[in-house]
């Protein structure tokens, strides 16, 4: 494209974070105060623009767009759920004659769509390119693709502007990073895709100095506020800074991963100890298994941790790539932090393929029982350039194609364990439970430290939440299906019979530690049937088991029920037997019929010497049951 401009006029640059006008989620200004902080995308890319250049910063989510306002080039950063008002923003000023570059993670993985829409797109991180297509633009030479070719060099990184954000507007703009890049590879995520598979370092002498500067450039700003305003503003900022409310008495880590190398760690968080400052920061929950390095974090300031706990479901993790999260350490790892008086906020996915509906009450169970003070809970979602979405996109399980609705809020794939609107309405039902008066009183009556911002966080949260998300409800097979779920001991190994199904494929345990039985349940729309799907090694006291919880969600479940017994590595002569107690099955007969799918199969041998009471026990409704 070419651009005829003038060498002596003073060039302007207008940044605009787009924010649909018409979002149910959009926050109001006090809810931002309380929950929110920009992210340092567009101020980065302001400090990366040559300074004789007016540079002029607007977040949507904050303040109407001027269309009209003096500008010569526009740029946009573009998440994917904000693709759609990015494009319509574009459209406006490209009417008005204004030329538009689009960045950002939408851009760089859907970039001749986003080409459609503007004049140049930044593919990648923008540091080193941003410059370059500036100086392209100033000589009328600006080309339509700006690719990253190699990753921009952490030191000597220019400090964000963030006196171009709006001020009042936000939690904290006190806001910085210390990493990029990720080594994990979790499916739903595009940040090791995006930003690198490896982590890049900031110097901590030149973090430390930003830092140092930006606290001391926010101290001033209040102080200018406090004495410019009235006697009554002034003491509301003072008692608001006191009680920790106030915008810019805590700092904001924005790394994915800030704590991905423990020596660099514990050289910053010792120099932070001289700033005297409060912060928060995205982490792994396995710092909680390091006592030393919690202890820093907290002698350093750090009051808050945002982790990616995702699930409490081991299956869950371990599909998603995340099996170094590991459940059975979760409730230790979040004492660890408590111990410490630092806040958990962890991040929750609904909607993995081993997720049924009983996963909404479980894991707020989980959560309340460990006095997590906030949770951000999200659906599942497959996002361009994430292994998700090319999985998905192969199993044809995308049904919207909407980018305003991939933000984590809408349901838009075929979940594997439940329907969509399940999981919409399950989604719904998490946000008001958690956030609910006894919840809220459960999670931080035990709070150590800065309970009145924690309390203050939460009741904002609960006020968003009502003001934007439907009640939600669960179905009344959701709690059947909790009952069910469990994962039993395998006690009596004499006497085990392989499956025969699949005994030449399965290796079958040689460690009596890894012997168990699976119980997970699910319905199957197609047949109007509750199915059982039993996994591992069976043995007579988890026959015993079954047949109790089989019994039990026919009671309350009131429909025919299928046990899969597909997946049973081996069983032994007793469980089956067990499982064919006439007496106990005749207890279930008044609720649901019975029916075991694969038994006769698998474990033929067995049953050639046993009287079956009920043949029809061992007919299958349909294969695929």
Not at 162 to 173: G, K, Q, V
Request: proline share 6%; charged share 25%.
């Amino acid at each position: 494209m070419t651009v005829t401009n003038s060498p002596t006029r003073t060039r302007r640059l207008l940044l605009l974070d787009p924010y649909p006008r018409n979002n149910p989620y959009r926050m109001t200004a006090k809810e931002r105060r309380s929950l929110w902080f920009p992210k340092l995308s567009l101020p980065v890319i302001a400090a990366y623009t040559p300074p004789d250049w007016e540079v002029k910063l607007v977040d949507e989510a904050v303040e109407d767009i001027n269309f009209d306002i003096p500008c010569d080039l526009v740029g946009l950063s573009v998440m994917t759920c904000y693709a759609p008002r990015a494009y319509e923003i574009a459209a406006e000023f490209r009417k008005r004659g204004k030329p538009v570059v689009l960045g950002g993670v939408h851009p760089s993985y859907c970039p001749d769509e986003a080409l459609r829409h503007c004049d140049a797109i930044v593919c990648g991180e923008a540091e080193d390119l941003w410059p370059r297509l500036i100086h392209d633009f100033e000589a009328g030479q600006m080309k339509r693709i700006y690719r990253m070719e190699q990753f921009p060099a952490l030191e000597q990184y220019r400090c964000p502007r963030i006196d171009l954000l709006s001020s009042d507007a936000y939690m904290t703009r006190y806001c910085t990073f210390t990493t990029r890049g990720c080594h994990f590879d979790c499916e739903f995520c595009s940040v090791s895709p995006f930003n690198g598979k490896t982590t890049r370092r900031r110097p901590v002498p030149e973090v430390i100095e930003e830092m140092r500067r930006m606290k001391e450039w926010l101290r001033a700003e209040l102080v200018d506020r406090m004495v410019g305003g009235s006697l009554w503003q002034a003491l509301r900022i003072a008692s608001r800074i006191w009680l920790g409310i106030e915008e810019g008495s805590i700092l904001a880590f924005v790394d994915d991963l800030h704590n991905s190398h423990r020596a660099y760690c514990r050289e910053l968080w010792q120099a932070m100890k001289a700033l005297n400052i409060k912060w928060g920061c995205q982490s792994t929950l396995f710092l909680g298994d390091d006592r030393e390095m919690v202890k820093l974090a907290a002698e350093s300031g750090c009051v808050s941790v945002f982790v990616g706990m995702e699930s409490i479901s081991e299956e869950s993790l371990d599909e998603t790539n995340k099996g170094f999260n590991q459940v059975q350490k979760f409730e230790d790892q979040i004492k660890m932090f408590h111990d410490h008086g630092i806040m958990v906020n962890p991040g929750i996915v609904f909607g993995f393929d081993n997720d049924d509906e009983s996963v909404f009450e479980t894991t707020l169970e989980f959560l309340i029982r460990n006095h997590v003070e906030l949770a951000y809970f999200n659906v599942l979602t497959p996002l361009p350039g994430t292994a998700l979405f090319d999985r998905y996109e192969r199993e044809g399980r995308i049904f919207d194609r909407d980018w305003a609705h991939y933000d984590g809020k809408h349901v838009v794939f075929h979940p594997a364990r439940m329907t969509p609107e399940q999981l919409q309405e399950g989604f719904y039902w998490a946000h008001h439970h958690f956030y609910s008066w006894p919840s809220i009183w459960r999670r931080l009556i035990h709070t150590r430290q800065r309970l009145i911002p924690r309390l203050d966080m939460n009741y904002t949260f609960r006020r968003l939440v009502k003001r934007t998300c439907p009640q939600g409800k669960l179905s009344p097979l959701a709690s059947v299906l909790k009952n069910l779920q469990a994962k039993l001991p395998t006690m009596e190994t004499a006497h085990l019979i392989p499956n025969a199904l699949s005994s030449l494929t399965q290796t079958v345990p040689t460690s009596t530690q890894e012997l168990f039985l699976r119980i997970r349940g699910r319905q199957d729309p197609a047949n109007s049937a509750l199915c059982i799907d039993l996994e591992g090694t069976l043995d007579q006291i988890n026959a015993r088991e079954v047949l109790v919880r089989v019994k039990e969600a026919a009671k309350k479940a009131r429909m025919d029920i299928v046990v899969n017994f597909e997946h049973v590595r081996q069983a032994t002569p007793n469980a089956i037997r067990t499982l064919l107690d006439a007496d106990f099955l005749r207890t279930i007969t008044p609720y649901a019929r019975v029916r075991y799918r694969k038994l006769a199969e698998a474990f033929y041998a067995v049953l050639e010497g046993l009287t079956v009471p009920d043949l029809e026990i061992l007919e299958e409704r349909r294969q695929d049951a």
